[in-house]
């Protein structure tokens, strides 16, 4: 395997990992909200959570399917 194609996949996984992350820190802070505030949260953290958890879990999957094949 080449060293650049090593390096883009490792990449994908750390992005994927990251949004994932974000993504679960939203959920948590969604769930937290009513505890600190009154309020409703706001907009962007349903956002946040909505597409970056399940967009670094499909990149995360993508990235495992394509680091499980075998090189012929």
Partial sequence: MDTTTR???TALLRI?????????VAIV?????PI???AKPPLG?????????PTG???ALGYA???GRRVR
């Fill in 36 to 38: 600190f505030s009154d």
């Fill in 65 to 67: 399917l394509a680091s």
């Fill in 16 to 24: 994927a990992l990251a949004l994932f992350a974000i993504g679960l």
């Fill in 29 to 33: 802070a969604i769930l937290m909200f």
């Fill in 57 to 59: 879990f499909v990149l």
């Fill in 7 to 9: 390096k883009s996949s």
């Fill in 45 to 53: 953290l349903y956002l946040t959570a909505m597409f970056s958890a």
